[in-house]
């Protein structure tokens, strides 16, 4: 079995998933948007309790049910946590080691995606979420 490794960009902060990943996909809302800066957001989730985080600097914001952990030293995004999916820890695709090694598969919430970004690869689209929530927003 392969070890996922990531962490931030300072080092503070370094994670591992000793599981292959459940879900690699672009998110296009705006929340993620607003968290990271960029105009689509890219994720790999693993099986939370196949994760190990260390570091002290490794901080979190709560958004309701969704928790961002982040870097507390260099700001760098990390993960994302949402308690209605439960189970599954989705870490940023760009704090992977190797983020090459993690094609997403499919595309969520196209319904919030910049008219100006084109990306045309043939993935599936879901107008909202691409994964069932026990209370959709």
Do not use: W
């Amino acid at each position: 079995m392969t070890e996922h490794t990531g962490g931030c960009r300072c080092g503070a902060v370094r994670f591992s998933a000793s599981a292959e990943p459940t879900h690699v996909s672009y998110c296009h809302c705006a929340d993620c948007r607003s968290a990271t800066g960029a105009p689509v957001s890219a994720f790999v989730g693993f099986a939370a309790d196949q994760v190990a985080i260390e570091g002290e600097a490794l901080r979190s914001f709560d958004n309701g049910p969704v928790t961002r952990s982040f870097c507390g030293v260099c700001g760098s995004p990390i993960a994302y946590a949402d308690e209605r999916i439960g189970g599954t820890l989705y870490f940023m695709l760009g704090a992977m080691d190797a983020p090459g090694t993690y094609k997403p598969t499919l595309h969520a919430y196209v319904r919030e995606q910049l008219p100006y970004l084109h990306m045309p690869d043939g993935l599936p689209r879901h107008v909202g979420s691409s994964v069932s929530r026990s209370q959709e927003t």
